[in-house]
């Protein structure tokens, strides 16, 4: 396949040709893994494995075409605030579901969180696309409401579930706490990258792109298996 410029500087496109397609692969595979773990949980924490895998590969659809377009020398921002907001209500899901929430805080949660997340979504993608710095930080700052929201309370969630565990299902949740707290505040620094740097500075966009997937491997696929660690770690507990 041939890889048109979307970048002027061949060396920049093609590093993010290259870690589209990693991201590709990565969703790809983590989809297939998830698959073949379901049955490796207790019956209550599968679905959570199963939503880990419909968030894969939602991703591994969306970064396939954005790596498409890209190689056709174009760049459709759509396709991954479309991913984001399928994909991030369903992060959230996963997650309650292991945590071992009682099932009407779960409900609460859900109520506040997945509207919250949309929210955020919407908001970001108008100032994504914006072509001056004052709208790009107007949205900014509007849609790090609902994002801080979202990250302060599942962080209390996951401090509250790890305070009532030991051994292993503690130190599971304790590294998916830590990789949520590092993934997500890329994003927000990630999007303000053409406001920092000049709009056509290629090393800032080159860097948006990458920041964005290597987020989005960490958030997704890496965060996945924290998930399936802290649904096996339960699983064993409870046997």
Not at 124 to 140: C, I, M, Q
């Amino acid at each position: 396949m041939a890889i048109e410029q979307v970048l002027q500087d061949p060396d920049l496109n093609n590093l993010v040709y290259n870690v589209l397609s990693f991201g590709v692969a990565v969703m790809v595979g983590a989809f297939v893994y998830f698959l073949t773990q379901m049955n490796s949980v207790a019956k209550q924490y599968q679905t959570g494995v199963a939503v880990s895998a419909i968030v894969v590969g939602i991703a591994g659809y969306h970064y396939l075409r954005i790596w498409q377009d890209w190689s056709a020398g174009v760049q459709n921002e759509g396709y991954r605030y479309a991913d984001w907001l399928i994909t991030v209500p369903l992060l959230v899901i996963e997650l309650l579901i292991v945590l071992g929430v009682t099932a009407d805080r779960r409900k609460a949660l859900l109520k506040t969180l997945v509207p919250a997340s949309v929210l955020m979504i919407g908001l970001g993608y108008p100032g994504e696309v914006a072509n001056t710095d004052s709208t790009k930080w107007l949205f900014w700052a509007l849609a790090m409401v609902p994002f801080l929201f979202i990250l302060f309370t599942l962080f209390g969630e996951l401090k509250a579930a790890g305070s009532r565990e030991t051994g292993e299902i503690a130190t599971s949740i304790s590294n998916a706490t830590k990789i949520l707290l590092v993934t997500w505040l890329v994003y927000p620094i990630g999007f303000l990258f053409p406001v920092i740097f000049d709009a056509t500075h290629q090393g800032a966009e080159a860097g948006r792109q990458v920041a964005y997937t290597v987020a989005d491997i960490t958030a997704k696929a890496l965060y996945g298996l924290m998930i399936l660690n802290i649904a096996k770690a339960r699983s064993g507990s409870s046997r």
